[in-house]
């Protein structure tokens, strides 16, 4: 089984790639679990940070890398807070402050006028300097009131148009999510160019 490095931290997004990807001859262990510190995250673009993520990865670890960037992106913010998702309150603001913020910045603007999608590139590179990245979305909504505790980030605020049963990302079961998320889009995308890169 061939080890690769999975660039995060982030226990919940590591389990949802595992979930995406099972099936695979591959063994996805977390870049904390190696030693590898953060990388700055200095790209103007989600495929440019999963790059330079998992470039970082596999350079430190010489194994393959997986590595994505996502977030939000609304419409009625012109896209905000899209690639400063997770630091849109501050640099270590956790995820009730970004909601906060994100609720407050909508708080005057109707339903029909709140779209939004959930965007995630993702990206594999081998320390040959091979690499591939690709682009999947989960259109939908934000909602004032948060739902449900399952996932993360902003998913208590946001509906997909795909759950179509006007349940938050939260009040979805993690299979639930997996099937219509931007993650699982992209990373299903991006599963044969795993298998074929690996093996090949």
């Known amino acids: 089984m061939r080890r690769v490095v999975v660039a995060t931290g982030n226990a919940h997004k590591l389990g949802e790639i595992r979930a995406i990807l099972a099936g695979l001859e591959v063994e996805l262990v977390g870049m904390h679990d190696l030693g590898v510190p953060e990388p700055v995250e200095d790209g103007e673009t989600f495929e440019a940070n999963a790059l330079l993520k998992a470039r970082h990865c596999a350079?430190?670890?010489?194994?393959?890398?997986?590595?994505?960037?996502?977030?939000l992106e609304v419409d009625a913010l012109g896209g905000a807070p899209g690639v400063y998702s997770a630091r849109y309150a501050g640099p270590q603001a956790a995820d009730g402050a970004n909601n906060a913020k994100l609720v407050a910045a909508l708080a005057e603007l109707p339903e029909p006028q709140r779209r939004a999608r959930f965007v995630c590139a993702a990206a594999i590179v081998l320390p040959d300097g091979r690499e591939h990245v690709v682009r999947g979305t989960m259109e939908g909504?934000?909602?004032?009131?948060?739902r449900g505790s399952n996932g993360?980030?902003?998913?208590?605020?946001?509906?997909?148009?795909?759950?179509?049963?006007g349940r938050t990302n939260g009040e979805l079961t993690p299979a639930e999510k997996d099937a219509i998320s931007h993650r699982g889009a992209a990373f299903r995308t991006l599963?044969?160019?795993?298998?074929?890169?690996?093996t090949g």
């Not at 350079?59 to 977030?71: V, Y």
């Not at 909504?141 to 948060?146: A, E, L, R, S």
């Not at 993360?152 to 049963?165: K, L, N, R």
């Open 191 to 198: 599963r044969p160019y795993v298998a074929a890169m690996l």
């Open 59 to 71: 350079q430190a670890t010489d194994l393959p890398a997986l590595a994505d960037d996502s977030g």
């Open 152 to 165: 993360f980030g902003y998913d208590p605020h946001f509906v997909s148009d795909a759950a179509g049963d």
């Open 141 to 146: 909504h934000v909602v004032d009131d948060p």
